[in-house]
Structure formats: structure tokens, C-alpha cells
């Protein structure tokens, strides 16, 4: 009798126990096929017709093949001569920060390659000029500039160790450092045969927007020459600048709206740097301190906003933009598709270029660093319980895909509802997420 209740109790947790796991294979096969099945609907319903597919790999087998006809350039049809090749180039010195920085902008660098056809058209490299010891901490695939020497077809990053001279030269205001390495040989033996160049700081993050201004496939024309347009001082910052400017013997356009984010040509851009440095030395020698007229109220330093020493790159860089070019500079240099700030509600589609400013409000580098360190001070099992919100991450990442497909493909102005904010916020969590799965033994 009891033996037989004990059986029927065994049999009964046996048959739940089935039942249990026939149900959890099914939820994660059914799973697993809607977030394969969205992103491959979305490029079915756009590419239908005559459309070719957007890319080979978002391409369901029974795509329409290449050969249909179609204004649309796909990968075999670029010829060598119409690809566009540029490279972003940038200082990196050896604070942890700014390693974490770059690394969310090196993460952006590979998140754009998705938007086939478009990154087989532009092929955009990294070239990073790192202060040891940051460049024993780049990504397996960033290697020596010395292997730059053609450009190829598939983005490559590179990096070159700073010269020691360069941040003695500046170890009064390393910051010049950012400018000072495009002054060496190896950058310009590096960058001569690009036709852009982006000069960006280690914490810029990039927009697959990008590709669309230098496509010239976007609303902002792309010119020979633009600057982030986002000021840095007050009309009494101005005034100095134009003053210093012309007891130096510089022409001043009245442009001030320059950030530190430039897209020239290889030969401007060292054209730029040259000058940069060459003015940064001489205001950081004789325009700060109590003793110069005008500024005696000030502290040695400045003081932020009016006349602050923590910009002078950003004085000098205006000076010299303001000469180099004082034929032609006028207000449309100064765009809002490069330094686009990084808590903008813009449509992503809007920015070639994201800077994360010193701002309160998300994305914020500093607010988002003191969330990480929360983070990884979870437990494992906390950490994995703070992951849940994965899932509206990779919903906005498959949003900013079905974006692009849903317009591009339709030959419309790319544009949607997902801002530069979210993209942030969401690449610099999926970067964290990665980069602890990696480790978390
Ligand atoms: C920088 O400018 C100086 C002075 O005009 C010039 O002699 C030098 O050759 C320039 N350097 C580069 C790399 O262009
Ligand atoms: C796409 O748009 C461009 C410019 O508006 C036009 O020249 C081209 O014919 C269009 N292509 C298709 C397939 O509609």
C-alpha cells in the first residue's frame, strides 16, 4: 500500500519534471526564432519588388539576387575608385577613463560596419596615437600604424605609441597632446592617401550618420572643411580671441563656434595642428595669470566660462581655423552633425559624430562611470538580474537597423524616432555587459 503511494508520487514528479522541461525548450526555441524572424521580416518587406537585399548577411535565401536592377550600389557593383576612405584619428592618453572612452567609441566604430551597403562604400579606419601604457589595453585588432601602408577594403584600426617628446613638449597641459601627434612624420606618412580625416577626442562615439554625409546622402551637404559647432566661452572670450588674434598678426573671421572635432583633408588637418600648437604654446605662455591686462580679476587658471586655461586648445584651434581658412570661413562650418551632444533627443540619423560632453543629464560619461562601478560591485547573480533590461537594449538596436532598411532601402532621408541619446546609453551598457561576460569566471 505504501509502496504504491510512493510509486504514484515518483511517477507524478517524473511526468511534471517532462512536461517542465518540454515547456522551457519550447520558450527558448520560440524565442530565439522572433528575434531571428523580425530583423529578416523587416528586410523581406523592404527588399521586396525590385529591390536588392540590404546586406548578404541580413539576407533570407530566397532574396532576389543581385543581378535584378536597382539604383542601389551593392558591394560588387562599387568600383575602387568611388569608395571613400577616411580615417579617425585621435590621441589617447593613459587615465583609465579615457581608455574606457575610446573603448565605447572603438565599439561604435564596429557597430556602424552593420549598415551594409553603406560601409562597403565608406571605409572608415581608426588610427589611435596612444601614451603607453594605453595601447597594451586596445582591442586585439587595433595593430601597429607601420602595417598602414595601403588602404584597404575592410576598416582597419591602428595604433602608434606618443612619442615621449610629445607629452614632455605639453606636460603643462597634456590636453595639446590630442593636437601635437598630427604634427609627427608618422601621421603624415600614415594619413596622406585618405581623403578625410576625423579628428575626434577619445570620448566621441560615432553614427552610422556618418556614412550618409560623406555619402553626401545626407540633408547637411558635406563641405571641404567642417567644424563641431558648439562654442566655448562667453562674448568676453571672443573679444580676446579676436584681439589676440590680431596683435598676433592673424586674420579672425568672427567664427567662434569651433569644437574640437575636425573634418578636412589629411594636408588641412596638419595645416591646423601645426598652427594649433604653435598658438596653444604661446597663450598658455603669456595669456593666463594676474598680471595680464584685462584678465586681473581672474585666477592663474581662468576661469570657466569666461577665459579658461583648460581650453586652450580650444582658443588656439579657433585662432588658427579662423586663419588658415580666412577666404572662405563662414557659420556653415560650424555644424551640429559633428560634437552632436551625447544627451541630444535628435534622431540618431541626425549626427555624423556624438561627443560626450560634461553634461548632468544621460548619457553623461561621468554619471554612466559611477553607475558602472555600481555595477560591477553586484554579485554575479545581481549583475545578471541588472542584465534583464538586455532586452529593451537589443530592441533599440534592432529599432536603429529596422530605421535605416526601412528608409534606406526605400531611397528616403534615413530618419526614425530613436535619439543619440538612447544609442548611447545602450552602447555604452552593451559594451559594460560585454566586456564583464568576458571575465565574469
Ligand atoms: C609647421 O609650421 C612651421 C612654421 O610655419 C613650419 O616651418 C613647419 O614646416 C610646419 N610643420 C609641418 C609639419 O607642416
Ligand atoms: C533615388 O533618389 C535619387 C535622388 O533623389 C534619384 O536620382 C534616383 O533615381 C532614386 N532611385 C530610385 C530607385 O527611386
Redesign the pocket.
Known amino acids: 500500500m505504501r509502496c504504491s503511494y510512493w510509486f504514484i508520487l515518483k511517477l507524478s514528479f517524473f511526468v511534471i519534471f517532462i512536461v517542465l522541461i518540454w515547456r522551457t525548450s519550447q520558450f527558448y526555441c520560440t524565442n530565439q526564432q522572433s528575434i531571428d524572424t523580425s530583423i529578416a521580416s523587416t528586410t523581406i518587406l523592404t527588399s521586396s519588388s525590385s529591390a536588392p537585399c540590404p546586406s548578404p548577411s541580413a539576407c533570407p535565401t530566397d532574396c532576389p539576387s543581385s543581378s535584378s536592377s536597382s539604383s542601389i550600389l551593392l558591394p560588387s557593383s562599387i568600383s575602387r575608385s568611388e569608395i571613400v576612405h577616411i580615417a579617425v584619428v585621435l590621441a589617447l592618453a593613459k587615465e583609465t577613463s579615457h581608455i574606457a572612452e575610446f573603448h565605447l567609441l572603438y565599439e561604435s566604430w564596429r557597430f556602424i560596419q552593420i549598415f551594409s551597403p553603406l560601409s562597403e562604400q565608406v571605409i572608415i579606419d581608426l588610427i589611435v596615437f596612444c601614451e603607453l601604457p594605453s595601447c597594451y589595453q586596445l582591442p586585439v585588432n587595433c595593430i601597429p600604424l607601420s602595417y598602414n601602408y595601403k588602404l584597404n577594403l575592410i576598416p582597419d584600426c591602428f595604433y602608434q605609441k606618443l612619442e615621449d617628446q610629445i607629452v614632455s613638449d605639453w606636460k603643462d597641459y597634456l590636453y595639446m597632446t590630442s593636437i601635437a601627434f598630427m ?1 609627427t612624420p608618422q601621421y ?1 606618412q600614415a594619413t596622406i592617401n585618405y581623403k578625410w580625416i576625423l579628428r575626434v577626442d577619445q570620448d566621441a562615439i560615432l553614427s552610422p550618420g556618418l556614412f550618409l554625409g560623406l555619402l553626401r546622402k545626407h540633408p547637411i551637404k558635406l563641405q571641404k572643411k567642417q567644424f563641431g559647432g558648439l562654442g566655448h566661452g562667453t562674448e568676453f572670450t571672443n573679444i580676446r580671441l579676436r584681439m589676440i588674434a590680431k596683435k598676433l598678426g592673424y586674420t579672425h573671421m568672427g567664427i567662434h563656434n569651433l569644437c574640437s572635432t575636425w573634418l578636412v583633408s589629411p594636408k588641412d588637418s ?2 591646423i595642428a ?2 594649433t600648437t ?1 598658438i596653444g604654446r604661446y597663450l598658455l605662455r603669456n595669456e593666463f595669470g594676474r598680471h595680464v591686462p584685462g584678465i586681473e580679476d581672474l585666477p592663474n587658471i581662468g576661469e570657466w566660462p569666461k577665459w579658461w586655461r583648460g581650453v586652450t586648445s580650444l582658443y588656439a584651434g579657433e585662432i588658427a581655423i579662423n586663419h588658415i581658412y580666412s577666404s572662405s570661413l563662414s557659420h556653415q562650418h560650424e555644424v551640429s552633425v559633428l560634437d552632436h551632444p551625447s544627451d541630444s533627443q535628435d534622431s540618431l540619423w541626425s549626427a555624423w559624430h556624438i561627443h560626450c560632453l560634461h553634461n548632468p543629464t544621460y548619457f553623461a560619461k561621468f554619471r554612466h562611470r559611477d553607475d558602472l562601478y555600481y555595477f560591477l560591485r553586484r554579485s554575479q547573480t545581481k549583475r545578471i538580474r541588472i542584465i534583464k533590461d538586455y532586452y529593451s537594449a537589443q530592441s533599440i538596436i534592432k529599432g536603429i537597423i529596422d530605421e535605416f532598411y526601412g528608409t534606406y532601402m526605400r531611397n528616403e532621408t534615413v530618419t526614425g524616432k530613436i535619439s543619440v541619446r538612447d544609442y548611447v546609453t545602450v552602447l555604452a551598457w552593451i559594451k559594460a555587459y560585454a566586456a564583464t561576460g568576458a571575465i565574469n569566471l
Open positions: 604634427v603624415q596638419i595645416k601645426n598652427l604653435h
